[in-house]
């Protein structure tokens, strides 16, 4: 048996996405193996992240800036704005380099089974940002759940109206699949292929 302060650090990372208890425990091991190269790099880099790491005012997102080094960016089209539910879906469209607007985090997706109503997420703020005018489109590029289908079809109403264009992602993503974890080829065929919300 491991220490109580080894247990406790195998248990916080098998918290984190993608990793299990053993994978936890395997990369605590690498850890302390390597303890005077990589635990120090680690432990600055955790402790930077947590001493700097703001949320964008303007979009949503995660950075070390506010607003983050997208919003600020002069060279990103400020005309269209792409509606994701997560930052995770904002970092994967952004790591395909094919959208050269802004974006909006809503910070969730509706679903009445666990208690999120529009409420619960920033609407209200992309309804301000497009109603103060100088945006030309909205994408809304939802996951292709029921809940993320349920969302984009919300907004599409709220919308409504307004001197916007909007657009969603084509339906090639597979269905009950996630932005995060596709490949950049199947992300840009969904970007190009973007169309007109009925």
């Not at 949503?60 to 002069?74: K, L, M, S, Y």
Request: glycine letters at 8%; a negative charge; charged letters at 25%.
């Amino acid at each position: 048996m491991a220490s109580q302060e080894i247990e406790t650090l195998s248990a916080a990372l098998a918290r984190l996405p993608g990793l299990g208890p053993r994978s936890a425990r395997r990369a605590v091991l690498w850890l302390v193996k390597r303890r005077d190269q990589a635990l120090p790099v680690l432990l600055e880099a955790l402790e930077a992240v947590r001493d700097t790491l703001v949320e964008c005012e303007t979009c949503g997102n995660v950075d070390t800036r506010n607003p983050c080094a997208i919003c600020a960016d002069p060279r990103r089209d400020a005309k269209s704005i792409c509606v994701v539910e997560d930052v995770a879906d904002l970092w994967a469209l952004d790591r395909a380099k094919l959208f050269t607007g802004t974006y909006h985090v809503l910070g969730g997706r509706l679903s009445a089974l666990d208690g999120v109503g529009p409420e619960d997420l920033a609407i209200a703020a992309l309804l301000a940002r497009v109603e103060a005018g100088g945006i030309d489109e909205v994408v809304l590029a939802m996951n292709a759940t029921l809940e993320g289908q349920t969302t984009a079809h919300y907004l599409a109403e709220r919308l409504e109206g307004l001197p916007v264009r909007i657009t969603q992602l084509a339906h090639g993503l597979p269905v009950g699949g996630e932005l995060d974890y596709l490949d950049e080829g199947t992300l840009a065929q969904a970007l190009r292929a973007r169309r007109p919300v009925a």
